[in-house]
């Protein structure tokens, strides 16, 4: 069963993490919104999704304010992965994992994804974001490996999935995790890549 846990990781800093159905502040979600959604546009209700609840979520706090975040939620048995990209009407949607329901797939370093079946468990990451400012002192790291940590502990060993944005993806590389298929756009956001990482209790890597 997951347990939330605090840990300083230096002074003035806190890493947090909380599973499904915990109780997460405006404050969190309002670091969300000032790292995802408000450069593009966005109102501040965008900063929520419809299955918040089901999802593991991490963030940093620097005295007592979120600073970086990240969330990853257990993609149902029933599902490619396909989801609304906001909880607001006539949101735009993310689109399908590929591998989770075709066999073949190939990422960038020519590796053959397992088959569809013995990818499931399949977990994403999702609303990934550092404020300006803050960025630089390794916090995304500390978020991405306690989701994937937490995974783990919650769901077993899994197949982690996400969908990045350019700019975003020397990052996710440096954390072990690798591209496939091609570039597409997701409406109001931009362009985006998929990419992969198995999940066990020895893939995990800190440091950024």
């Not at 906001?86 to 990422?107: R, V």
């Not at 916090?139 to 899994?158: H, Q, R």
Request: glycine share 10%; with cysteine; proline share 6%.
């Amino acid at each position: 069963m997951f347990k939330d846990a605090i840990r300083q990781i230096m002074e003035g800093a806190v890493l947090h993490s909380i599973g499904p159905n915990g109780t997460l502040s405006e404050s969190y979600y309002i670091a969300r919104f000032k790292t995802l959604r408000e450069p593009l546009g966005f109102p501040i209700s965008a900063a929520k999704l419809p299955d918040d609840k089901q999802a593991i979520h991490a963030w940093v706090e620097e005295n007592n304010k979120p600073v970086s975040v990240g969330r990853i939620h257990l993609i149902p048995e029933d599902s490619s992965g396909s989801c609304s990209d906001t909880s607001d009407a006539n949101s735009t949607s993310c689109p399908d994992f590929l591998p989770l329901n075709q066999e073949g797939c190939i990422d960038s370093l020519g590796n053959i994804l397992p088959n569809f079946n013995s990818i499931r468990p399949a977990v994403q990451i999702r609303q990934m974001g550092t404020i300006i400012g803050y960025q630089r002192k390794g916090y995304a790291s500390l978020v991405l490996n306690e989701l994937e940590i937490s995974a783990v502990k919650l769901w077993g060993s899994c197949t982690g999935l996400l969908q990045a944005r350019r700019a975003a993806i020397p990052f996710y590389e440096s954390q072990g995790w690798v591209s496939f298929g091609e570039e597409y756009m997701i409406d109001g956001i931009g362009p985006h890549i998929s990419m992969w990482k198995p999940l066990t209790n020895n893939s995990q890597k800190g440091g950024e």
